[in-house]
T-cell receptor, first 117, second 111 residues
Framework: NAGVTQTPKFQVLKTGQSMTLQCAQDMNHEYMSWYRQDPGMGLRLIHYSVGAGITDQGEVPNGYNVSRSTTEDFPLRLLSAAPSQTSVYFC????????????????FGPGTRLTVT | RKEVEQDPGPFNVPEGATVAFNCTYSNSASQSFFWYRQDCRKEPKLLMSVYSSGNEDGRFTAQLNRASQYISLLIRDSKLSDSATYLCVVIRSGTASKLTFGTGTRLQVTL
């Protein structure tokens, strides 16, 4: 049982480039989410999904796209990277019985450290 | 004003000491509360939920004060391994899919 996996661990992009951060979980969790963590800001929710085919915006969605075609995978796409997107990105998953995902333990992946120059 | 506020610390305490952190939240509709622990350059992990009546897990005690809108975490008999950042998490009523994290309080336990 690998839990939540994220790739890559580190990435350097130039301004304007696009890329996809991968996230996968093998716990059959309905709920998956993406956060970014910046110094002094805490973790901020980017996008989340309560099941395959369903996604919604979090607190800071601009510049990011997501899709959820399977229960296991929840990739995050940066459309045109900007220096302001330099951050550590965490993917998380949890159960979501009755739509109450927040009440369950969130399992986080190890993170992707992204630098945009 | 941030929705969830924490003293960033660091709190430097000797091994064996008792230390307490507070976390204040601004939205009175907040419904559920948690403490997560994050080691340096690692992912957050759930430490404990916070119940209205207060709850204890070994050396850790969590309390909720709805009237003053804060939650607390008390660590007794601190160990070196308790050194980490402690994140306060709040869920507002009606938004059970959105967690709001505080910026975290850093604890350093020394010999």
């Amino acid at each position: 049982n690998a839990g939540v996996t994220q790739t890559p661990k580190f990435q350097v992009l130039k301004t304007g480039q696009s890329m996809t951060l991968q996230c996968a979980q093998d716990m059959n969790h309905e709920y998956m989410s993406w956060y970014r963590q910046d110094p002094g800001m805490g973790l901020r929710l980017i996008h989340y999904s309560v099941g395959a085919g369903i996604t919604d915006q979090g607190e800071v969605p601009n510049g990011y796209n997501v899709s959820r075609s399977t229960t296991e995978d929840f990739p995050l796409r940066l459309l045109s990277a900007a220096p302001s997107q330099t951050s550590v990105y965490f993917c998380a998953s949890s159960y979501s019985l009755g739509g109450l995902a927040g009440y369950y333990e969130q399992y986080f992946g190890p993170g992707t450290r992204l630098t945009v120059t | 004003r941030k929705e969830v506020e924490q003293d960033p610390g660091p709190f430097n305490v000797p091994e064996g000491a008792t230390v307490a952190f507070n976390c204040t939240y601004s939205n009175s509709a907040s419904q559920s509360f948690f403490w997560y622990r994050q080691d340096c350059r690692k992912e957050p992990k759930l430490l404990m939920s916070v119940y209205s009546s207060g709850n204890e897990d070994g050396r850790f005690t969590a309390q909720l004060n709805r009237a003053s809108q804060y939650i607390s975490l008390l660590i007794r008999d601190s160990k070196l391994s308790d050194s980490a950042t402690y994140l306060c998490v709040v869920i507002r009523s009606g938004t059970a899919s959105k967690l709001t994290f505080g910026t975290g309080t850093r604890l350093q336990v020394t010999l």
